[in-house]
């Protein structure tokens, strides 16, 4: 398997015209409690595009009930075209989806390298990053490979939860404050990875609170409040949306 750097950059987004992501009237509830409340948007194939807002907003079930990890679900998301509302979780994450949650989720008592070589294939085995790939991308994790999961510092506990996506084959990663309270270090490789996937045809949906962290690494932003989308706009309208972000978030 060739190195990293020496791997052609590839089209993972397959060969429909279809967005890699289209969520419409999108609504979702945790037992009783409505929180998103009609969400619509779309992530064409290749993009990076961040969900901003205050906690609370919605973001983060947004990433949920595309898994199918909230409640009662009702409206459409499409994932290259096919409709994965009514599907199991597992049938949703062989779209070729994968998740980063929050809290990472890493096998304490296995070490790095066997967290990485445990995740199956749900994707395109030709896509699934080889263990040399991960290391040459996360040189961190290769100095830690036998490490134990209980002994990895925050930020290679995180660079773990993500490469072990990057192994799986998944074309669509949905990315939840993968930033969050990490040394500024830790977040410059993180950001390195996020352009270093990009430019390979990778899709990312990131959720972040970090906006020093996201807005130099999206394409398009979603701003959301209450459960719904209150703002939209593109990479090269940033500057122009700043009053709007500071009223919006405090940026």
């Given at each position: 398997?060739?190195?990293l ?11 429909t015209?279809?967005p890699a992501?289209?969520?419409s009237g999108?609504?979702?509830?945790y037992g009783e409690?409505h ?5 619509d948007?779309s992530v ?8 901003l807002?205050?906690n ?11 898994m199918?990890l909230?409640?009662?679900r009702?409206g ?6 096919k409709e994965?509302i009514?599907l199991p979780?597992?049938k949703?994450a ?8 929050e809290?990472?989720g890493?096998?304490?008592?296995l070490?790095?390298e066997?967290?990485?070589?445990l995740?199956?294939p749900i994707?395109d085995r030709s896509l699934?990053m080889?263990?040399?790939?991960i290391?040459?991308?996360f040189?961190n994790?290769k100095?830690r490979?036998a490490?134990q999961?209980?002994?990895?510092s ?12 990057l192994r ?7 990315l939840?404050?993968i930033?969050?309270g990490?040394?500024?270090v ?5 950001a390195?990875m996020?352009v ?6 990778y ?6 609170q970090?906006?020093?962290?996201a ?6 932003f ?8 209150v703002?939209h706009f593109g990479a090269?309208?940033l500057?122009?949306?700043?009053p709007?972000l500071?009223d919006l978030?405090?940026v």
């Amino acid at each position: 398997m060739n190195t990293l750097a020496e791997r052609e950059s590839v089209e993972v987004s397959g060969a429909t015209g279809e967005p890699a992501l289209a969520i419409s009237g999108l609504q979702a509830w945790y037992g009783e409690s409505h929180i998103l409340h009609g969400v619509d948007l779309s992530v064409n194939r290749g993009e990076v595009v961040t969900l901003l807002g205050r906690n609370g907003a919605g973001r983060t079930t947004t990433l949920r009930a595309i898994m199918g990890l909230t409640g009662r679900r009702t409206g459409s998301i499409r994932v290259s075209g096919k409709e994965t509302i009514d599907l199991p979780t597992h049938k949703i994450a062989h779209c070729g989806i994968g998740y980063c949650p929050e809290e990472r989720g890493i096998f304490s008592s296995l070490s790095c390298e066997e967290n990485l070589l445990l995740p199956p294939p749900i994707g395109d085995r030709s896509l699934m990053m080889s263990i040399d790939e991960i290391y040459e991308m996360f040189p961190n994790l290769k100095e830690r490979r036998a490490s134990q999961g209980t002994r990895l510092s925050g930020g290679e506990q995180q660079m773990l939860a993500v490469a072990r996506i990057l192994r799986t084959g998944a074309n669509l990663l949905l990315l939840d404050e993968i930033s969050e309270g990490l040394a500024p270090v830790i977040v410059q490789a993180l950001a390195r990875m996020i352009v270093t996937l990009k430019a390979r045809g990778y899709t990312i949906v990131m959720v972040e609170q970090n906006f020093r962290f996201a807005a130099p690494l999206a394409d398009r932003f979603y701003v959301m409040e209450h459960g719904g989308i209150v703002e939209h706009f593109g990479a090269s309208e940033l500057e122009s949306k700043m009053p709007v972000l500071h009223d919006l978030l405090g940026v």
